[in-house]
């Protein structure tokens, strides 16, 4: 069974400051991805940044950046520079293959940048 | 493209009633996904398809959830009778078969529908 854990319920950060988000996950697989999603208040998911079980080198998109220590299990969403319009909730998730194609969510964080 | 399309986005129904929420995913994408979405059990896998086949129907709640697949640009699920912990926001999603690269992985999501059952 695949897990996602957040652990970081909702943070503060000044606008910006560059933020982490943590993101702990647990699998059997031997490849899977690993995702990140935005949701505004106005509630549609947007899709941020995606990293490959695989990949060797850090998945950048903008000024998103995901921190992926395999052998800790780790993919940590990295904003530099963050925005007022980064408020929203962060959903880390992880997509397995092979009959497990689903996609597994945390239970989100929620950020607030304060001006 | 038009994405993942959602109907209705937002619905005000009674105990009892049923409920039919319908999603057309992008086109070409053999994967389909229902998702809901409450503050107490945050994003739940309902039912998943590939090729228009039910592959893992595990997280449908009982037997008054269903949900089908008639081709590949049309999905529905269905709630009879509809109940008031049903309250929640439906989400339909697509995707490409993983492969290499965030475009053959990534789901895209609807808008979702809004569901209130007083």
């Known amino acids: 069974a695949q897990k996602i854990t957040q652990t970081q319920p909702g943070m503060f950060v000044q606008e910006k400051e560059a933020v982490t988000l943590d993101c702990t996950y647990d699998?059997?697989?031997?490849?899977?991805?690993l995702f990140w999603y935005k949701q505004p208040s106005s509630g549609e998911m947007i899709f941020l940044i995606y990293?490959?079980?695989?990949?060797?080198q850090n998945a950048t998109e903008g000024r998103y950046s995901l921190n992926f220590q395999k052998a800790r299990k780790s993919a940590n969403l990295v904003i530099s520079a963050s925005q007022l319009g980064d408020s929203a909730m962060y959903f880390c998730?992880?997509?397995?293959?092979?009959?497990?194609?689903?996609?597994?969510f945390g239970t989100g964080t929620r950020l607030t940048i304060i001006p | 493209d038009a994405g993942v399309i959602q109907s209705p986005r937002h619905e005000v129904t009674e105990m009892g009633q049923e409920v039919t929420l319908r999603c057309k995913p992008i086109?070409?994408?053999?994967?389909l996904f229902w998702y809901r979405q409450t503050m107490m059990r945050g994003l739940e896998l309902l039912i998943y398809?590939?090729?228009?086949?039910?592959?893992?129907d595990s997280g449908m709640p009982e037997d008054r959830f269903s949900a089908k697949m008639p081709n590949a640009s049309f999905s529905t699920l269905k709630i009879q009778p509809s109940e008031p912990r049903d309250s929640a926001v439906y989400f339909c999603?697509?995707?490409?078969?993983?492969?290499?690269?965030?475009?053959?992985?990534?789901?895209?999501f609807g808008a979702g529908s809004r569901l209130t059952v007083l």
């Open positions: 990293q490959g079980s695989y990949d060797e």
């Open positions: 398809f590939n090729n228009n086949v039910p592959i893992d």
């Open positions: 999603a697509s995707s490409s078969a993983p492969g290499h690269g965030s475009g053959a992985n990534v789901l895209t």
């Open positions: 998730a992880m997509r397995g293959r092979f009959g497990n194609e689903k996609l597994t």
């Open positions: 699998t059997s697989d031997q490849s899977y991805g």
């Open positions: 086109s070409g994408h053999d994967y």
